[in-house]
């Protein structure tokens, strides 16, 4: 007789009741699977327009100050039920601005961190550690775990940005830490604008456009990968389904995204696009030279030692 054709155990009265009172639960009656033959991902494919966001930064400046708010940013919150933070699993996106004259003042985080600098005049600034890093658009610049870090626009033109943190998987591991800096403002004490915490936005361009994708060498953040990608016109990136999360954002021209269960769209500068995990996905560009950043959450699946490879799920 197989397992299918075995007769349904009939308990004793009382018996689930009784579990439940000592917080057990029969494996053998599950109320839904724990277990399942592919990756199923809770969040789903969007997309965010930066015209959008700087429109509602702008509006926000009215009456949102530094002061008030620790940052002035949005939050590129996944449209799937009851999430009210992430923007996939393991990774939260904000755009963020900082006026002429002002300071988002300093602290540290268990999160790892990182920016990418969309427009920026002269004299803004981020400070890590006490170092004074001159930022300007295209820059990524790396926020390591526990490294205190504010943010400085000393120039008479608005500064914004795209931030990008793993606070859902340290969330989700519950070792949350998060400290203001004793004196709100930490002083810089030197400039490192060639810092290694600083990926030049001059170099992304000129290595995406003559490699085609960079990796940005971000090791030092651990849980998260960035990557400079460059597209001629016409040119395509494929991805198959992968395990693990995605975000892009366009830094100079325009793209096509077809996304897995989400359908085919246009991007430009400053759009991001979250693909969740095991979602196809093809990007080409659209203008001469088109250049994205990629971050990614890889890093944490490779470093718990799971494979990143489709036939995963077709049992190979």
Known sequence: MSQVDAPVPVAPPGYFEDLQ????????????????????????PAVWRYAEARAALDAACAFVSPEFAERRNLIMVNPVADNIYPTCRNLVAAYQLVLPGETARSHRHAPNALRLILDAGADTC???????????????????????????????????????????????????????????????????????????????????REEGTVDLATDRLHTTGVHALGLKHGERHVQPKRIDNNLYAVVA?????????????????????????????????LAPESQLVRVTDAPAFEALGFRNVSALGKGE
């Not at 009172?21 to 789903?44: D, E």
């Not at 096509?256 to 991007?267: D, N, S, T, W």
């Open 21 to 44: 009172a000592h917080a057990l639960s029969p494996g053998w009656a599950k109320k839904v699977p724990q277990m399942w033959a592919a990756p199923r991902s809770r969040f789903v």
């Open 126 to 208: 981020t400070i890590v550690n006490g170092v004074r890093i001159e930022v300007a658009p295209g820059d990524v610049v790396l926020t390591p775990s526990w490294h205190w870090h504010g943010h400085r626009n000393g120039g008479d033109t608005p500064a914004f940005w795209i931030d990008f943190l793993d606070v859902p998987l340290v969330q989700n591991l519950e070792c949350m830490f998060f400290e203001d800096h004793p004196q709100r403002n930490e002083p810089a004490a030197g400039d490192a604008p060639d810092s290694p915490l600083r990926r030049k936005g001059t170099d992304l361009a000129r290595m995406a």
């Open 253 to 285: 021209g325009s793209v096509r995204m077809q996304i897995e269960h989400f359908g085919a769209v246009e991007l430009t500068r400053g759009d991001v696009a979250v693909v969740p995990c095991w979602h196809e996905f093809d990007i080409e560009g």
